[in-house]
T-cell receptor
Framework: AQSVAQPEDQVNVAEGNPLTVKCTYS??????LFWYVQYPNRGLQFLLK??????LVKGSYGFEAEFNKSQTSFHLKKPSALVSDSALYFC???????????FGKGNQVVVIP | DSGVTQTPKHLITATGQRVTLRCSPR?????VYWYQQSLDQGLQFLIQ???????AKGNILERFSAQQFPDLHSELNLSSLELGDSALYFC????????????FGEGSRLTVL
């Protein structure tokens, strides 16, 4: 079975500071990893994905994520957080050959002005 | 705007009733996914269709059923509704079944009284 763990319920960060949202995964075989963001009363929006290749993936709105196979992690990062980055962030994993995308429970990010 | 359309946006009904949620995928997308989002369970995968055929099944109750029609729109039918079925139901679509990211609709919020 595939699963994702997002250990922190909420991440608080001051505006302008680096933002990190943690994610670890469990999957058989090669993982396909995704980050999504959800704003209040909206659907999930795709941020970035790792399929293969370079371990550092760049995505939308200045976000990036680093795939670490030995630590089974895929942490989301942004060098300088904005107040508008305050939202719910989901990490997701899919195993090769599996159609099911499994989501973590989500992390609420609060950027303090 | 993801291009995925869900109706209705809000639905209030009573226990024991039956409702149908509708989803129109992005133009050209063959895969449709249904997810349930609740505060205690997070995002739960329900079912996936690809070009009219069921491809994967998740934590979908027997009281729930879905189908994808020849024009690729999908419907999720929820019957014998219980209070615990109150949740946000998301539809997502992707080009094919595989490594591609999912594009989510805005969701249908179901309240069972």
């Amino acid at each position: 079975a595939q699963s994702v763990a997002q250990p922190e319920d909420q991440v608080n960060v001051a505006e302008g500071n680096p933002l990190t949202v943690k994610c670890t995964y469990s999957v058989s075989g090669n993982p396909y990893l995704f980050w999504y963001v959800q704003y209040p009363n909206r659907g999930l929006q795709f941020l970035l994905k790792y399929i293969t290749g370079d371990n550092l993936v760049k995505g939308s709105y200045g976000f990036e994520a680093e795939f670490n196979k030995s630590q089974t992690s895929f942490h989301l990062k942004k060098p300088s957080a904005l107040v508008s980055d305050s939202a719910l962030y989901f990490c997701a994993v899919r195993a090769y050959g599996n159609n099911r995308l499994a989501f973590g429970k989500g992390n609420q990010v609060v950027v303090i002005p | 705007d993801s291009g995925v359309t869900q109706t209705p946006k809000h639905l209030i009904t009573a226990t024991g009733q039956r409702v149908t949620l509708r989803c129109s995928p992005r133009s050209g997308d063959l895969s449709v996914y249904w997810y349930q989002q609740s505060l205690d369970q997070g995002l739960q995968f329900l079912i996936q269709y690809y070009n009219g055929e069921e491809r994967a099944k998740g934590n979908i109750l027997e009281r729930f059923s879905a189908q994808q029609f020849p024009d690729l729109h999908s419907e999720l039918n929820l019957s014998s509704l219980e209070l615990g079925d109150s949740a946000l139901y998301f539809c997502a679509s992707s080009v094919a079944s595989g490594t591609g990211e999912l594009f989510f609709g805005e969701g249908s919020r179901l309240t069972v009284l």
